[in-house]
């Protein structure tokens, strides 16, 4: 049976006084397609689209970097458990402690574009995003979104997996395995020590909604005419990574 694996990437921003996180949005790509969630006024994309039902299925792999940094938002705030990862901040420091004998609790976090740096170099020089873009991340809460923020959007998920998963998984050791999924597991534990964050409530002025489902209705519509009203409709847009050929990006949902 073929292996059923996506990459997953979560854009979060941070509003308010006390520094509340939210998602904005959530990639999801396969090594054809790539699909995009605008979730910044409307989580209940994540139940309608079946982004929900993907992210806690044990039968898909989510390959996915640093999951602790969005395990316990998605508990919390969104009541989604993530589950059967592949996580590559985890990857690397088995990697790491293989080779260097270096202890798994003395690791720190790498950032993504390190990792590539570290793995697969010519990724960076092959993609569409410049460098700079890579490492000066824009404010992921900006609309509309435009087809070049699309690029620097898809990114991550992309090169998680088509490159990194099928690398490092080959170069993870057998008798490390178990350890890994050990690690990988702990990393998907919601932090006891934040409790559930308050409901935020929008003032009229901010592009975020309230975080209680059943608000809104989700619109559809194309991310390329984002000015644009639009009745609901799936639209098809496409984005040119650092693979060889056009990866098509598709059902790009969001909200007005």
Same mark, same amino acid.
């Given at each position: ?8 990437? *979560? ?6 006084? #006390?520094?509340?996180?939210?998602? &904005? @949005? ?19 994309? @994540? ?41 590559? !901040? ?5 990697? !790491? ?11 720190? +976090?790498?950032? *993504? ?8 170099? #010519? &990724? ?35 090169? @998680? ?8 998984? +080959? ?28 409901? *935020? !409530? ?13 608000? +809104? ?22 984005? !040119?990574? *650092? ?14």
């Amino acid at each position: 049976m073929e292996e059923r694996v996506v990459g997953v990437d *979560f854009k979060t921003v941070t509003l308010g006084v #006390q520094g509340e996180e939210f998602l &904005s @949005l959530v990639v999801l790509a396969t090594t054809m397609q790539i699909v995009v969630f605008d979730v910044v006024h409307s989580d209940t994309i @994540l139940l309608e689209s079946g982004v929900k039902e993907i992210l806690e299925s044990e039968k898909i792999i989510k390959v996915i970097h640093d999951a602790k940094r969005v395990a316990t938002l998605l508990a919390h705030r969104y009541a989604i458990n993530l589950r059967k990862i592949f996580d590559t !901040q985890v990857a690397h420091t088995i990697l !790491q402690h293989e080779k260097f004998g270096k202890a798994v609790t003395d690791m720190r +976090t790498m950032s *993504f574009v390190n990792l590539r740096r570290v793995y697969y170099p #010519q &990724s960076i020089m092959m993609s569409d995003a410049t460098p700079r873009k890579l490492t000066h991340l824009p404010s992921w809460g900006l609309r509309p979104i435009t087809e070049d923020f699309l690029v620097t959007v898809v990114e991550e998920a992309h090169c @998680l997996v088509t490159v990194l998963y099928r690398m490092m998984s +080959t170069m993870l050791p057998k008798h490390l395995l178990a350890l890994f999924e050990e690690k990988c597991l702990k990393a998907l534990i919601p932090n006891a020590n934040r409790p559930p964050p308050a409901v *935020f !409530q929008t003032n009229g002025t901010t592009p975020f909604r309230s975080t209680r489902r059943g608000v +809104t209705t989700p619109i559809v519509n194309s991310v390329v005419v984002p000015n644009a009203s639009s009745p609901r409709h799936v639209s098809d847009a496409s984005t !040119q990574t *650092f693979s060889t050929g056009e990866i098509n990006v598709l059902n790009v949902y969001y909200d007005n």
